[in-house]
C-alpha cells in the first residue's frame, strides 16, 4: 500500500454513508474536500447523516455540499434517515431545552437529550437535575415518567439496548447504588436492583459495555459480568 498523503494533528475520524470525516482544530476533510471551521463550529454526525452547527445555524451535508436546515434550532435527532426533531437550548436560566417537531413547538425546562423515539412516543432525559425520564408523545405531550427516589440521581447518560432502557442512580454520598431496567415499548420496570455500597464492593461495577453479547464487563476488587437486560450478574468471582 502507498501512502499519498500525511494529515497531522486530526482529533477524530468518523466514516458516515462510505465517506471518511477528519476533523482538525481549524478545519476538516470530507474525503479529498477542505473546509474550514472555527472552534466554536459543531460537526456531529446522527444516524449516519453529518450535520454541522456553524454562527447558531444548523447545516447538513448532501449532495457533496452542506445545506440549511435551520436558523433557530441546533440540534436534531433523526428518525427513518428523515428529520423528525429539531432542538435548541435557551441562553439563560432557567435552562429551557425546545423542540420542533412537524412545525409544532414545545419546551421543557432542563437540558433535555432524547434517548430513544420512534413513529410514536420518544424517551427524554434531564441532565441537569438528573432525577426524571419523560415519555412523550410527538405533541408534546407527557405520556408517562419515571422519577428517581428521594436523594438519588441518574450517573451518566441512560443508555438503549435492545428494549430496555438501562440506567444507574446513586444516593446522597453514594452509599447506595439503585439500578433499572425500563420497557422501552411501555416504560414499566423490567427489573430493579438496589445494593449497598461497603468496603467489600457488593455492587455492581462492571463499565465495560460489550456490543457483540450485549452485556458489561468489569474488574475492580472482583470480576464481574453483568447483564443489563435482565439485571442479572452472569459472573463474579
Request: hydrophobic share 35%; charged share 25%.
Amino acid at each position: 500500500m502507498k501512502i499519498q498523503e500525511k494529515l497531522r494533528n486530526i482529533s477524530n475520524v468518523f466514516v458516515f454513508n462510505q465517506d471518511l470525516l477528519l476533523i482538525k482544530e481549524t478545519e476538516f476533510f470530507i474525503n479529498k474536500n477542505n473546509y474550514q471551521k472555527n472552534e466554536d463550529d459543531y460537526i456531529f454526525i446522527s444516524n449516519n447523516h453529518l450535520f454541522m452547527v456553524m454562527n447558531k445555524v444548523l447545516y447538513e451535508y448532501k449532495d457533496n455540499s452542506f445545506q440549511l436546515v435551520s436558523k433557530e434550532y441546533t440540534n436534531v435527532y433523526l428518525n427513518n434517515d428523515e428529520v423528525q426533531i429539531l432542538t435548541r437550548i435557551n441562553d439563560d436560566f432557567p435552562v429551557k431545552t425546545f423542540f420542533k417537531i412537524n412545525k409544532r413547538e414545545f419546551s421543557f425546562e432542563g437540558l433535555i437529550s432524547i434517548l430513544y423515539g420512534n413513529d410514536s412516543y420518544m424517551y427524554l432525559y434531564d441532565s441537569l437535575s438528573r432525577k426524571e425520564i419523560k415519555i412523550i408523545n410527538k405533541e408534546g405531550i407527557e405520556l408517562n415518567n419515571f422519577i428517581q427516589p428521594e436523594n438519588f440521581k441518574i450517573y451518566l447518560k441512560p443508555e438503549v439496548i435492545e428494549n430496555i432502557l438501562y440506567f444507574i442512580a446513586y444516593n446522597e454520598n453514594q452509599k447506595n447504588q439503585l439500578l433499572t431496567g425500563l420497557d422501552i415499548e411501555t416504560g414499566a420496570i423490567v427489573w430493579q436492583n438496589r445494593y449497598e455500597i461497603t468496603s467489600e464492593r457488593k455492587f455492581i461495577s462492571a463499565p465495560a459495555f460489550n456490543k457483540s453479547d450485549q452485556l458489561y464487563y468489569g474488574i475492580g476488587s472482583v470480576y464481574q459480568v453483568f447483564n443489563p437486560k435482565t439485571g442479572e450478574i452472569v459472573l463474579e468471582k
